[in-house]
């Protein structure tokens, strides 16, 4: 079992940034491949970005890609987002989540969640 608590977000103006963490606890964080998605209200929720459990392979969705990057550090237990470029769009709760396998698009792939942080792009 591995707990995961996500913080960073916050309020920014439009192209901005802002860098999530999530703390993981429990089982050894490195045996699991970690990604990021996000729900806008009155939407499914959303894969963001994903890290192999190496760090060596990362995955992005299109709408972010060249903006956000995803990064892990296996020794501190913890990954990270950094977001650059915000836009309104990008206005969602952030949640990070985990899996033993590899890294997937697919929410109902991941077995562990956090709880999110709210992250409010202003125009």
């Known amino acids: 079992q591995v707990q995961l608590v996500e913080s960073g977000g916050g309020l920014v103006q439009a192209g901005g940034s802002l860098r999530l963490s999530c703390a993981a606890s429990?089982?050894?964080?490195?045996?699991?491949?970690m990604a990021w998605f996000r729900q806008a209200p009155g939407s499914e929720r959303q894969f963001v970005a994903g890290?192999?459990?190496?760090?060596?392979?990362?995955y992005y969705a299109d709408s972010v890609k060249g903006r956000f990057t995803i990064s892990r550090d296996n020794a501190k237990n913890t990954v990270y987002l950094q977001m650059n470029s915000l836009k309104p769009e990008d206005t969602a709760v952030y949640y990070c989540?985990?899996?033993?396998?590899?890294?997937?698009?697919?929410?109902?792939?991941?077995?562990?969640w956090g709880r999110g942080t709210q992250v409010t792009v202003s125009s």
């Open positions: 989540a985990a899996t033993n396998g590899r890294v997937v698009t697919t929410k109902s792939d991941y077995d562990h």
């Open positions: 429990g089982r050894t964080f490195s045996t699991y491949a």
């Open positions: 890290i192999s459990r190496s760090t060596i392979s990362t």
